[in-house]
Each structure stands twice: as structure tokens, then as C-alpha cells.
């Protein structure tokens, strides 16, 4: 293989990409952002899938400087477009704040950090010191930013008046972008200093961003779209490209096309199918994305396929969703982990607090986060999307089951688990019914009034230590009927098994042993062993489980 460029993992530099690395070209984002005319322009993505660079990106070409800028893009798609396009390149002074790093336990931090990013913004523009067009209460706002000696008050309109002051200095009215705008807000929800995040960024947007005649054009990123009366309140000149908007979906993340030229690039087309496999299944809008940090990591990294995506952050909110332990969170999640569609009305505003309440559909975060794709989408006559959401691809999988398994872990010991797997494939109904059992008295309370979608997601997550050893299906057609849960071995030395769960009211004479029995029977008459002996599997092992509140009763056949 010839010597090849190497690939940009971390660097979020564009200029730094163009010179040294391979760059798949989103340039055609300016003409569209150019061509769009949007007075303010918010993309939410999930994390890691661009947003830093293509704001670097614009940043680099709208931005004017000493430094001439154009020889990034003149072997660039953008330049292609005319003089219409390429005469906009370094033309306007460029506000650009990133707020990506804005991560504190506590307040006070945060606020901390966030005037430190603004310090150094207004010290980038260092020309607004002594310019002859700013009335001396300015500089001295200026001096007194630069050397964090400002006021709350000050710091809340610091947006406002530095695009104020570059516009009467340059006699060009600036850019604004802002990258990871949501971040202090989701780190306040986690961390317990949401309302704090929320009243500054509040203001703080509301001043800069509200009919401000100072400013050419605003593009901001995030993950979330922050509901409006929490964020955005009062802002009618903002519009929001999701993942759900077909405008802009090739932009962020890799295209097919962009993914096989780069395999071809690196001479690896064959890994084509695993690549996929992995990291394909998003779907912004009406285009097919793959995970770009996945797929830069899988090629730097000898064409290895793991979850390289999971590694860039902590999953906290996923952690606060699961812990919910709710009836819909199981329902949902089983049927997602079984490869089952979910769905499902989703709103695209969310309000952070109302994610640790039981009745909110959490399926929208999860979709605007990256953990489930949309396959299919439609407008219902209130406005709301109602979507067909499944698991994306293996990487998203392993992290459903990673989460689950930290979960379980955590509360019943990590042995438990193990011996639960273990006790399965050898078809040791006591120990299985022991961990079940530890299990349920550490995390059930006695007044919850639990149906048979708990204890079949309860099933399902203990389950997943074994993903690696089997397809794990759940809620699938097989012989006459639908079976509970069925693990197909993905090597030919262990057990197909199949589980059928039945769950009665805590309050009901019951005799757990006889429903578990029956749970066993419905195996047998409904012929659930079907699909697994269409593929060649012998070695089946069958389960009846019965739960009843904080009891369970196990049979096998």
C-alpha cells in the first residue's frame, strides 16, 4: 500500500485538516447556509458527528485576517459554485464561541469557564482596544471582559455588544457561530445546577440573538433542541435543522458515498460490509450517515471493528433513563433489543427535568442523541413527528447492553450476573432463580405494581452479558405463535434457549410453580423451537418463568 494521508482523529482544526490530513469535503455547507438566507441557524446532531469542525469550517471562510484564507478551499467543492460564493471569503469579522468544554460539577465552575471563553473571544479581537470607532465606555467594557473583572450583568450582554462593537469598528456586521450551545445545560441537569445554566444562556442568547441588527448571520450547534419557553423564549427569527429536517442532511456525518471513496482511498473496499454493519443506519432527513468518529477511528485502527463512539463520552443521561426502571422504558427496550420497530410519537423540544419523570416519552432524546434512528417518518395533523424507531447499528447495540449491564452490576454485584449466564447455558433452574431473586429484592419495592413487560425487560437486560455468545431476539414470530425471548448461539458448542415469562398480581392466589409450568407448556404447543431448529440447533434448552412482586418460580424442560 502507497503511503496515505492519515486520518484526523480529534482534530477538529479545518485548516490544520486541510494541510496534513484527509478531509472529506462538506464545504457545499456554506452555499447552502449562504443560499438558505436563515437569520439564525441552530443544527442539532449527536455528539461527534462534525459539528465542531464545520464551524471551524466556516469559521476559516468567512472570518477576515491578515492570513490569506482562500487557499484552504480553492481545491475545495465551494469553490466550484462562482464568484457569488468564493466573493464572501474573508470578508466579515466572525464571532466563534464553543461551548463544548463547559463541564463542572458545580455552578459556579461553569459560570467560571463560560467567562473565560468569552474573556478570550473579545482578546481575539484585540483591534476593538484602541479603535477610534468605540465610545471609551466600550473599551472600557472591553478591558474589563478581558481581564475577568465584569460583572454578571455584563457578561449576560457580552454577546450582544462585542458583535455591536465589531460591527461599528469594521464597518462589516460579524458572523456569530456558537458550537455546543446546550452543553452547560445538559451538564447542569446531571450535576444539579440546571436552573442557574438555564437563566444565564437564557439571557445571555436572548441579547445577542433577538433582532440584533449586528450581526450578518448566526449558526449555532448542539445536540439538543432546548424547548423553547426554557431557552429560546421570545426568539421567532431562529430555525432548527434536526435530524427529522431533510435540509442539511448530508452535511454532518459520513455519506455513503463518502465512506466508500475513503475505502477505496485507504485500499480497504472489502471491509465495506462490517463497516456498515457497525457504524451505518443513521438516517438525517432522507440521507443514509455513518458514524464519522467511528469510521475515522475503525480505519486508523487497522480496520478493527469495536464501539469507538461510546469511548468519547460518559452516557450519564442514558444512566438516568434506565435507572427509571419504569413499565414504557422496558416495553420499549426490549422490543428495541429484540430488533423490533418502536413507534412512536417524538418531539424534538425537550425540557431536561421532565426526563426523570415516569410518563415522559423519552424515545425523542434518544433519537436526537444518536442512540435510535428514525426509519421512518410522518407528520400527524397536530405537527408532531410520528416515527418507526429502531437500534441504528452493532456500535449503539453494545452500548444499550454495556448501560444495562453497569446497571445490573452495580446494584446485585457483577458475580450475580455471571452466575445468572452461567446458571442459564447450564440449565440450573435454582441458581438462576437465586440471582433473579437477589436481584429483585435490591431494586423492586414492595408496593410497585409491576405487569408482565417489567419482568420480561428485567429478563431481557440481565440477558445481554451473553450478546457476545448470542442473538438475542425478543417478541418473534416462530411456529404458531410469538415467543418471549429466544438466544440463537452464535457458535455451535452452546444451547439454543428460549424463555416464556408470565407475571401475576402481587395480591393474586397464584401458585407460581403452575403458572411457571404453564409459561413451559405455551413453549411446547406453540412449537417456539421452530426457528431455532430451521437453523440447525439441537441442544435447546427450554424455560418457564413466573414472577409475582419480589418472587419468581423457574421450570426447564
Not at 458550537?179 to 445577542?208: H, K, L
Not at 448530508?250 to 462490517?274: I, N, R
Amino acid at each position: 500500500m502507497s503511503r496515505k494521508l492519515p486520518l484526523p482523529v480529534g482534530t477538529t482544526n479545518y485548516k490544520k485538516i486541510c494541510e496534513d490530513s484527509y478531509y472529506v469535503d462538506k464545504t457545499l455547507l456554506i452555499k447552502e447556509i449562504l443560499d438558505e438566507k436563515v437569520n439564525v441557524a441552530l443544527f442539532t446532531r449527536p455528539r461527534r458527528f462534525g459539528k465542531t469542525l464545520n464551524m471551524d469550517m466556516l469559521r476559516t471562510f468567512f472570518e477576515k485576517t491578515a492570513e490569506d484564507t482562500g487557499r484552504y478551499f480553492r481545491d475545495k467543492k465551494i469553490w466550484q459554485q462562482g464568484e457569488k460564493y468564493t466573493s464572501q471569503q474573508g470578508q466579515y469579522p466572525v464571532i466563534f464561541l464553543s461551548l463544548k468544554d463547559i463541564k463542572a460539577r458545580k455552578w459556579q465552575y461553569a459560570f467560571d469557564a463560560l467567562k473565560y471563553i468569552i474573556s478570550v473571544e473579545y482578546m481575539r479581537h484585540s483591534e476593538l482596544k484602541r479603535s477610534s470607532e468605540l465610545e471609551e465606555a466600550d473599551i472600557e467594557l472591553y478591558n474589563r471582559i478581558v481581564k475577568n473583572q465584569a460583572g454578571y450583568m455584563e457578561y449576560v450582554f457580552s454577546l450582544q455588544a462585542l458583535s455591536r462593537m465589531l460591527h461599528q469598528h469594521h464597518k462589516q456586521a460579524p458572523v456569530i457561530i456558537i458550537d455546543e450551545y446546550d452543553t452547560p445545560i445538559q451538564e447542569g441537569f446531571v450535576n444539579g445546577y440546571y436552573d442557574d445554566a438555564v437563566e444565564f444562556i437564557r439571557s445571555f442568547f436572548s441579547a445577542a440573538l433577538k433582532d440584533n441588527s449586528h450581526a450578518r448571520q448566526i449558526v449555532m450547534t448542539g445536540i439538543l433542541r432546548i424547548a423553547k419557553e426554557s431557552i429560546f423564549s421570545g426568539l421567532n427569527n431562529i430555525r432548527v435543522f434536526s435530524v427529522l429536517d431533510k435540509k442539511f442532511s448530508e452535511f454532518f456525518g459520513f455519506t455513503t458515498s463518502e465512506v466508500q471513496q475513503m475505502a477505496a482511498y485507504y485500499e480497504q473496499t472489502d471491509k465495506l460490509p462490517e463497516l456498515k454493519a457497525w457504524y451505518d443506519g443513521y438516517k438525517f432527513g432522507d440521507t443514509e450517515i455513518f458514524n464519522p468518529w467511528s469510521v475515522i477511528n475503525y480505519f486508523s485502527n487497522n480496520c478493527q471493528a469495536m464501539p469507538y463512539w461510546v469511548q468519547t463520552s460518559a452516557n450519564t443521561i442514558i444512566q438516568e433513563i434506565l435507572k427509571t426502571y419504569n413499565d414504557d422504558t422496558y416495553r420499549n427496550l426490549h422490543a428495541l433489543l429484540g430488533k423490533t420497530e418502536v413507534q412512536s410519537i417524538v418531539r424534538t423540544n425537550i425540557i431536561y427535568p421532565k426526563l426523570k419523570e415516569p410518563q415522559t416519552n423519552i424515545l425523542g432524546f434518544l433519537l436526537m442523541t444518536g442512540y435510535l434512528k428514525s426509519t421512518g417518518t410522518e407528520l400527524d395533523a397536530r405537527g408532531d413527528y410520528i416515527c418507526r424507531l429502531s437500534i441504528p447499528n452493532k456500535e449503539i447495540k453494545t452500548i444499550y447492553y454495556n448501560e444495562i449491564l453497569s446497571l445490573l452490576t452495580e446494584d446485585i454485584g457483577e458475580n450475580t450476573v455471571m452466575n445468572l449466564a452461567n446458571a442459564l447455558y447450564d440449565k440450573d433452574a435454582a441458581k438462576i432463580k437465586e440471582a433473579l431473586n437477589k436481584f429483585m429484592l435490591k431494586t423492586i419495592s414492595y408496593y410497585d405494581n409491576l405487569k408482565e413487560n417489567y419482568y420480561h425487560g428485567l429478563m431481557l437486560g440481565l440477558l445481554a452479558i451473553g450478546e457476545s455468545n448470542y442473538d438475542i431476539r425478543s417478541n418473534r414470530e416462530s411456529g404458531l405463535g410469538r415467543y418471549d425471548i429466544q438466544l440463537i448461539p452464535k457458535k455451535s458448542a452452546l444451547p439454543g434457549i428460549i424463555i416464556e415469562v408470565k407475571a401475576a398480581d402481587k395480591d393474586a392466589g397464584v401458585e407460581l410453580s403452575k403458572l411457571a409450568q404453564t409459561a413451559l407448556k405455551q413453549i411446547e404447543e406453540k412449537k417456539y423451537d421452530t426457528e431455532l431448529c430451521a437453523q440447525g440447533v439441537n441442544d435447546i434448552i427450554k424455560y418457564g418463568v413466573a414472577f409475582k412482586g419480589k418472587t419468581v418460580e423457574i421450570v426447564t424442560n
